[in-house]
């Protein structure tokens, strides 16, 4: 099973940072790495797919980068809107699929 | 639009069996899988299973193999979860989520179901 560790656990930010999440796999996934943005009492919403490409309707301050163990989601102006916890996601070898443990963005 | 629906929230007993319903709408259901996803109170998300929109084939994770099965209606292009031998610790959210013929990114989410175990 692949191992998602994601970095760092809780995040302290102000409005208009720009933010830097990261996740490491414990082996390689290619490209094949996903994020998530989980909101309070919301189900989790697809941000990004294949490590760099958005989904559709994803505002662009929103950007993945990465190949095979080490990826980056970057946030480039925090909205407020953006307060959520981020799930990378490697969907190359499975079953199973597995989720990082979360990175927490706070006020 | 692709909608997935989940059926109501459930309170069972340790030892009782559990089915929810992922109604999909929106898309063409023999063309994509459905995936599970489950997260406890205050905690991550854990993948449980996948099942083929197209021919029914099914991916458990290990861990709850043989508690698990996923099962399809192609006639109403739902998705069910039946988990048997419910344990308190597997009170959660759970969700499923449209996912490719194999697995991928998961691009729409149901809204999520509460299941409680609780003598």
């Known amino acids: 099973e692949i191992v998602m560790t994601q970095s760092p656990g809780t995040l302290s930010v102000s409005p208009g940072e720009r933010v830097t999440l990261s996740c490491r796999a414990s082996q390689s996934v290619r490209s094949n790495l996903a994020w998530h943005q989980q909101k309070p009492g919301q189900a989790p919403r697809l941000l990004i797919f294949g490590a760099t490409s958005r989904a559709p309707g994803i505002p662009a301050r929103f950007s993945g980068s990465g190949f095979g163990t080490e990826f980056t989601l970057t946030i480039s102006s925090l909205q407020s809107e953006d307060y959520a916890v981020y799930y990378c996601q490697q969907y190359s070898d499975w079953p199973p699929v597995t989720f990082g443990q979360g990175t927490r963005l706070d006020i | 639009q692709v909608q997935l629906v989940q059926s109501g929230p459930e309170l069972k007993k340790p030892g009782a069996s559990v089915k929810v319903s992922c109604k999909t709408s929106g898309y063409n259901f023999r063309t994509y899988g459905v995936a599970w996803v489950r997260q406890a109170p205050g905690q991550g998300l854990e993948w449980m299973g996948w099942?083929?929109?197209?021919?029914?084939?099914?991916k458990y994770t290990e861990r709850l193999q043989g508690r698990v099965t996923l099962t399809r209606d192609t006639s109403t292009d739902t998705v069910y979860l039946e988990m048997r031998g419910l344990k308190s610790d597997d009170t959660a959210v759970y969700y499923c989520?449209?996912?490719?013929?194999?697995?991928?990114?998961?691009?729409?989410w149901g809204q999520g179901t509460l299941v409680i175990v609780s003598s």
């Open positions: 099942i083929s929109g197209y021919n029914g084939d099914t």
């Open positions: 989520a449209r996912d490719q013929l194999v697995a991928a990114a998961m691009d729409y």
